[in-house]
């Protein structure tokens, strides 16, 4: 590897079924195919080992060309994806990982996941899920969860499921908490996966137009550490036992956002934050998504 990467050890998060997900990963939402794969290999020489990308997110192939072609290789690196809604199905969500697959470039997937619930057709949702757990008997993936899954998406899905899901990757950020959801995760034993950990997504708060990094409460925590606000809540959620994957495509953000293990934050400054739910949602509702307004042909490999 780059004699640039940090000394600095990722601690693991164990899945409930004994598979380690590094506690930090670079997410790719959003990042355009052809700064996807500078992105990720930026990320690599900082020392990640973990990156998150999705069938909907039309970059899976440069993530994998980006780990392929990296000094860490690919077994040093967990990948994560997820089926997309139009994908849903038994037989659907079997092709679908099919076509992840080859545009990644594995035979296996470390963790994958279903990135929405499909609350109108929650029997496809159903049989999506049947298909994950039978990837996962054949040794095609390591582990299977869900994205955006609410509390009543989790009690039908729970209810049906053999394989209880190893993680529930939702919005989670000061501004945003889902305190209900992440109580719910943890009762079964399903990892709480912050996507927008650092609150990417602008508020409106008081009246006035900010966001968690001028929020003056983590300004002011993150001035204590010589830290950034970013870094600060990065921080924050490993405390909290979150897994975070904050999104970049500046190396030197990345490479910020990653060194996050050196310092600790106090109670107080851990309860601080906790104060600043808002209870306002950044993403989509997921009790609106539908395959009429959110339906999208996932290609071919």
């Given at each position: 590897?780059?004699?640039?990467?940090?000394?600095?050890?990722?601690?693991?998060?164990?899945?409930?079924?004994?598979?380690?997900?590094?506690?930090l990963g670079l997410g790719v939402f959003q990042t355009p195919p052809d700064e996807t794969r500078a992105a990720v290999t930026a990320a690599l020489e900082s020392g990640y080992r973990h990156i998150d990308t999705a069938a909907a997110y039309g970059n899976e192939r440069q993530?994998?060309?980006?780990?392929?072609?990296?000094?860490?290789?690919?077994?040093?690196?967990?990948?994560?994806?997820?089926?997309?809604?139009?994908?849903?199905?038994?037989?659907?969500?079997?092709?679908?990982?099919?076509?992840?697959?080859?545009?990644?470039?594995?035979?296996?997937?470390?963790?994958?996941?279903?990135?929405?619930?499909?609350?109108?057709?929650?029997?496809?949702?159903?049989?999506?899920?049947?298909?994950?757990?039978?990837?996962?008997?054949?040794?095609?993936?390591?582990?299977?969860?869900?994205?955006?899954?609410?509390?009543?998406?989790?009690?039908?899905?729970?209810?049906?499921?053999?394989?209880?899901?190893?993680?529930?990757?939702?919005?989670?950020?000061?501004?945003?908490?889902?305190?209900?959801?992440?109580?719910?995760?943890?009762?079964?034993?399903?990892?709480?996966?912050?996507?927008?950990?650092?609150?990417?997504?602008?508020?409106?708060?008081?009246?006035?137009?900010?966001?968690?990094?001028?929020?003056?409460?983590?300004?002011?925590?993150?001035?204590?550490?010589?830290?950034?606000?970013?870094?600060?809540?990065?921080?924050?959620?490993?405390?909290?036992?979150?897994?975070?994957?904050?999104?970049?495509?500046?190396?030197?953000?990345?490479?910020?956002?990653?060194?996050?293990?050196?310092?600790?934050?106090?109670?107080?400054?851990?309860?601080?934050?906790?104060?600043?739910?808002?209870?306002?949602?950044?993403?989509?509702?997921?009790?609106?998504?539908?395959l009429e307004n959110f339906g999208r042909e996932i290609p071919e490999a």
């Open positions: 590897m780059s004699g640039n990467i940090p000394d600095i050890t990722i601690p693991d998060i164990t899945l409930n079924n004994g598979v380690e997900l590094p506690a993530v994998g060309e980006a780990v392929h072609a990296s000094a860490a290789g690919r077994a040093a690196v967990f990948l994560e994806t997820k089926i997309w809604i139009s994908d849903y199905g038994y037989d659907e969500t079997l092709h679908g990982f099919g076509k992840s697959a080859a545009k990644l470039g594995v035979d296996q997937i470390d963790l994958l996941i279903l990135h929405q619930a499909l609350p109108s057709a929650f029997d496809r949702t159903l049989a999506a899920y049947r298909a994950l757990e039978k990837l996962y008997a054949d040794g095609k993936v390591r582990a299977i969860g869900v994205s955006n899954f609410m509390t009543g998406h989790l009690t039908r899905l729970l209810e049906a499921a053999s394989v209880v899901p190893a993680v529930n990757q939702i919005e989670v950020h000061p501004y945003f908490q889902q305190r209900e959801v992440q109580a719910m995760n943890a009762e079964h034993g399903i990892v709480t996966q912050a996507w927008s950990p650092i609150g990417g997504i602008t508020f409106y708060r008081d009246g006035q137009h900010t966001s968690t990094l001028e929020d003056p409460v983590i300004a002011s925590i993150a001035r204590a550490h010589s830290k950034s606000p970013a870094q600060v809540m990065l921080r924050w959620h490993i405390q909290e036992g979150r897994q975070v994957i904050p999104k970049s495509t500046k190396p030197h953000r990345i490479a910020e956002n990653f060194d996050v293990f050196g310092f600790e934050l106090t109670a107080q400054e851990t309860a601080a934050i906790d104060g600043l739910d808002t209870g306002k949602r950044g993403g989509p509702e997921p009790d609106a998504i539908t």
